[in-house]
């Protein structure tokens, strides 16, 4: 698969690693380069007598250098794809080197090792469910405590809200970590974390407040609800879901395009969010990578990739988060067709049927018909084609290159959000998806 210039620079870790990239896609650099159905490899002269040996597999977007930097991909890699990617001519068809090959059997070995592992590995059932029921009680006993926390703030009003000290928050999502309860951590540090020198920050403060007594009072009365709507909750809360046993259903078959990925740094680890939407079953997923700094994630997405791949989604209501089961990185896809919301109108009439099924829902993307950023009230919005608008992001910084993208003219967008609240990721500009 011969990715554009642009995903391959979406791989880079850092605006450096591009710029250094950028320099090393220049024919003199490399001392050999080669091609073949697996892989990418070259060799690069650098200050040392030896030249650095670079080899990406063309599978899964994986690389692998014999430099000393840490960073993933480094470089020599990214410089690498994006002279094969300007100059696919320079790279010659043939069998891959011994320590090419020898890299790429290694990697398929350790894959097939870890399926055998999972399916050897034997589950003591009775020692699992003490666990559960364990952390169950430190959950139950957490939330009884959140719950007070949350009357008293509406007791007390919200008037004196933005004078609460960072101890505040703090003392409350350390107490829901010490609970098991890491969802709900986060969701406090959410709250904590608003804005308040915004007008109508009160707005949104409520909205997460809801949110978390929402979630809280659901957790108190979850045997009484349908069982799609209990993993929801448990999700929410923190508790996982054996990825392995998913693995083991049949999934989702499609062509996915993936249209957005973001990353965000949280103590020792890399969350990164990335985006499908499926060409056939007109469905979105979101798949999440959790890695320690500085290493690089398993699966190598990049905005504007055609993977032919199954998906399982996770048990809920709202069938959205999902693994990749398995996967084929596909090339460019002429006249693809995106089915589209017509407007504002629509989606809202969408989002209705969303938050009946999963009220507490996180933010989803969509692909919305002919939409044009306009100012507006001192503020950015994304017009439809019937002149309803909607607001973007007070904290979205990418509207320059949506303008520069779009030339200021109606454009397919796909945009992450919901309910008034929407950011653009990408466009369709020329019959080619953008990445914003």
């Known amino acids: 698969m011969q990715l554009t210039e642009d995903q391959i620079y979406a791989l880079a870790p850092d ?37 650095y040996q670079t080899q990406v597999d063309l599978g899964a977007i994986a ?41 790429i059997n290694k990697r398929a070995e350790k894959e097939e090792k870890k399926v055998e592992k999972a399916a ?14 364990a952390r169950e009680q430190k959950v139950s006993a957490g939330i009884a405590e959140l719950m007070v926390w949350i009357k008293d703030i509406v007791r ?49 403060f409520m909205d997460k407040l809801l949110q978390l007594y929402l979630v809280a009072t659901g957790y108190n009365n979850i045997q009484n609800i349908d069982p799609d709507l209990q993993q929801d909750l448990r999700t929410v809360i923190g508790f996982t879901t054996n990825q ?3 693995r083991g259903q049949t999934g989702v078959r499609d062509t996915w395009l993936v249209i957005g990925k973001e990353s965000r740094d949280e103590q020792q680890l890399t969350i990164e969010q990335n985006w499908l939407y499926g060409l056939k079953t007109n469905s979105y997923a979101l798949v999440l990578q959790f890695t320690v700094k500085g290493q690089f994630p398993p699966l190598n997405f990049s905005p504007g990739m055609y993977l032919d791949a199954t998906l399982v989604y996770f048990p809920s209501a709202l069938p959205y988060r999902a693994i990749v089961k398995d996967y084929n990185i596909i090339r460019q896809i002429d006249n693809v067709n995106i089915k589209t919301f017509t407007g504002w ?24 018909a002919s939409l044009t950023p306009v100012f507006y009230q001192k503020q950015w919005w994304l017009q439809d084609s019937e002149g309803c608008l ?28 919901r309910e008034n609240e929407y950011r653009p990721i990408g466009v369709w500009h020329q019959n080619n998806y953008k990445s914003i």
Not at 63 to 82: A, Q
Not at 171 to 190: F, K, P, Y
Not at 347 to 365: C, D, H, K, Q, W
Request: glycine letters at 10%.
């Open 345 to 368: 109108q629509q989606v809202a009439g969408y989002e209705t049927i969303l938050n009946s099924r999963l009220p507490f829902r996180s933010e989803m993307p969509l692909v919305i």
């Open 390 to 417: 909607c607001k973007i992001s007070a904290n979205y910084t990418n509207i320059w290159q949506l303008i520069a993208i779009s030339g200021g003219d109606p454009v397919n967008m796909a945009v992450i959000g």
């Open 244 to 246: 392995e046993e998913l």
């Open 156 to 204: 007390g009003g919200i008037l004196t809200i933005p004078e609460k000290t960072p101890a505040y928050w703090d003392n409350m999502a350390r107490r829901m970590v010490d609970a098991q309860a890491s969802g709900l951590a986060g969701m406090v540090r959410n709250l904590g974390a608003t804005n308040f020198w915004n007008d109508g920050w009160q707005s949104g």
């Open 15 to 51: 605006e450096a690693s591009k710029k250094a990239g950028r320099d090393l896609a220049n024919p003199t650099k490399w001392v050999s380069k080669g091609i073949s159905e697996e892989a990418l490899w070259g060799e690069c002269q650098g200050s040392g007598s030896k030249p």
């Open 120 to 133: 050897e590995k034997p589950v003591d059932e009775n020692a699992q469910a003490k666990r559960v029921q």
């Open 63 to 103: 690389f692998k250098c014999s430099c000393p930097s840490r960073k993933f991909p480094c470089k020599h890699g990214l410089g690498l794809m994006l002279l094969c990617a300007r100059e696919p001519g320079l790279f010659a068809k043939s069998t891959m080197p011994a320590w090419v090959s020898d890299w």
